[in-house]
T-cell receptor, first 113, second 115 residues
C-alpha cells in the first residue's frame, strides 16, 4: 500500500549545523508530497510541499525536492536555529480529491545553542 | 481569523465509557478530516467529510468509532465502549475544499487517555 518512511530520530544538532531528514515514499500514481512541522505545544503546520516531480518546495530556509527516480523528498536546511526544534512529518497525498494525507512517523529535531 | 478548534483538549475516561470529541473547522471550509496520532502508529487517517457527507470512512478502526458533521461545520467523533488502545491524540483538519491543492489546517488535538 501507499506509505511514507522517514528517518527515525531524535536528531540532535548544534545551532548553525546543516540538517537533512530523509523521507522516501511508496505510492500508486504520482502523489503530492509535503513536510509538516509540529512545534512544542502547537498543532501541525504545513512547512512546504511539492506537487510534481523535480519541484522544489521551500519555506523558512527549509527545502525539499521531489525526486521521482528515487521516490524521495528529503528535507534540508543549511543552518538550523534553536527555534527549529520540533517534530517533522513527511506526508503524501494521492492526487484525488478528498484524499487524506499519509504520514511518516515523524522525526524529532532538537537544536542546542 | 480563527483556526481549527477542538474540544476538550484533554479527556481521561475509564475503559468501557463512551466519549465525544468535537471539532470546529475554519469557517467556509467544506472538507474536514479526522486523524489519530499514537505512539506506536504515528499519524493515521480516520475519516473524511465533504459537507455533511463522509465519502471516505476507511480509516475508522472499528465499529465502535463513528463521526458526524452537521450544518457543514462542526464535527463530532464518538468512540463507544472505549478501550486502552484508543488512547491517542485525535486531530481534526479542515480545508477549503477536497482538492489536494487546498492546504489542510490542523487543530491542536484532543488527548484521550483511557484508564
Amino acid at each position: 500500500g501507499d506509505s511514507v518512511t522517514q528517518m527515525e530520530g531524535p536528531v540532535t544538532l548544534s545551532e548553525e549545523a546543516f540538517l537533512t531528514i530523509n523521507c522516501t515514499y511508496t505510492a500508486t500514481g504520482y502523489p503530492s508530497l509535503f513536510w509538516y512541522v509540529q512545534y512544542p505545544g502547537e498543532g501541525l503546520q504545513l512547512l512546504l510541499k511539492a506537487t510534481k516531480a523535480d519541484d522544489k518546495g521551500s519555506n523558512k530556509g527549509f527545502e525539499a525536492t521531489y525526486r521521482k527516480e528515487t521516490t524521495s523528498f528529503h528535507l534540508e536546511k543549511g543552518s538550523v536555529q534553536v527555534s527549529d526544534s520540533a517534530v517533522y512529518f513527511c506526508a503524501l497525498s494521492l492526487n484525488q480529491a478528498g484524499t487524506a494525507l499519509i504520514f511518516g512517523k515523524g522525526t524529532t529535531l532538537s537544536v542546542s545553542s | 481569523g480563527a483556526g481549527v478548534s477542538q474540544s476538550p483538549s484533554n479527556k481521561v475516561t475509564e475503559k468501557g465509557k463512551d466519549v465525544e470529541l468535537r471539532c470546529d473547522p475554519i469557517s467556509g471550509h467544506t472538507a474536514l478530516y479526522w486523524y489519530r496520532q499514537s505512539l506506536g502508529q504515528g499519524l493515521e487517517f480516520l475519516i473524511y467529510f465533504q459537507g455533511n457527507s463522509a465519502p471516505d470512512k476507511s480509516g475508522l478502526p472499528s465499529d465502535r468509532f463513528s463521526a458526524e458533521r452537521t450544518g457543514g461545520s462542526v464535527s463530532t467523533l464518538t468512540i463507544q465502549r472505549t478501550q486502552q488502545e484508543d488512547s491517542a491524540v485525535y486531530l481534526c483538519a479542515s480545508s477549503l475544499g477536497p482538492s489536494i491543492y487546498n492546504e489542510q489546517f490542523f487543530g491542536p488535538g484532543t488527548r484521550l487517555t483511557v484508564l
